[in-house]
């Protein structure tokens, strides 16, 4: 999986979030791109501008090599963003490309051994 960050902000700005550190507010060392969307195509072509205020939602996307988009998770500005859950679902959409079935409900950790591969997906709980 390639995780891309994207927001609004400028080059300048995205230097800054990440020269300072986490207890001080900032993002800290990032071993991701950040991409800027001064312009806003990108917010505006994946649904997530908030034009009035002219920067996007939080969203979270989960785009297959394939360029199909296995998941999507947008929110008010107010509300944060899981990592853990971003992960959780990339393992999901991993085991179901590996084993083509889908995912008992109740699964939160996809480590070998934790589900059953021989589940048929036949059974929705």
Same mark, same amino acid.
């Given at each position: 999986?390639?995780?891309?960050?994207?927001?609004?902000?400028?080059?300048?700005?995205?230097?800054?979030?990440?020269?300072?550190?986490?207890?001080?507010?900032?993002?800290?060392? %990032?071993? @991701? =791109?950040?991409?800027? &969307?001064?312009? +806003? /195509?990108?917010?505006?072509?994946?649904?997530?501008? #908030?034009?009035?205020?002219?920067?996007?939602?939080?969203?979270?996307?989960?785009?297959?090599?394939?360029?199909?988009?296995?998941?999507?998770?947008?929110?008010? %500005?107010? @509300? =944060?963003?899981?990592? &853990?859950?971003? +992960? /959780?679902?990339?393992?999901?959409?991993?085991?179901? #490309?590996?084993?083509?079935?889908?995912?008992?409900?109740?699964?939160?950790?996809?480590?070998?051994?934790?589900?059953?591969?021989?589940?048929?997906?036949?059974?929705?709980?």
């Amino acid at each position: 999986a390639e995780v891309i960050a994207i927001s609004t902000d400028s080059q300048y700005t995205h230097l800054a979030w990440t020269t300072t550190p986490r207890k001080q507010g900032g993002l800290g060392s %990032m071993n @991701i =791109p950040i991409v800027s &969307d001064k312009s +806003l /195509r990108i917010s505006t072509r994946y649904g997530v501008l #908030d034009e009035d205020l002219g920067v996007s939602f939080k969203a979270v996307f989960i785009i297959d090599k394939h360029q199909t988009i296995r998941h999507m998770s947008i929110s008010d %500005m107010a @509300i =944060p963003r899981s990592v &853990d859950e971003a +992960l /959780r679902v990339i393992q999901a959409c991993q085991f179901v #490309d590996k084993y083509g079935t889908i995912c008992p409900m109740r699964s939160k950790n996809f480590e070998a051994g934790e589900l059953d591969p021989e589940f048929d997906g036949s059974k929705v709980e």
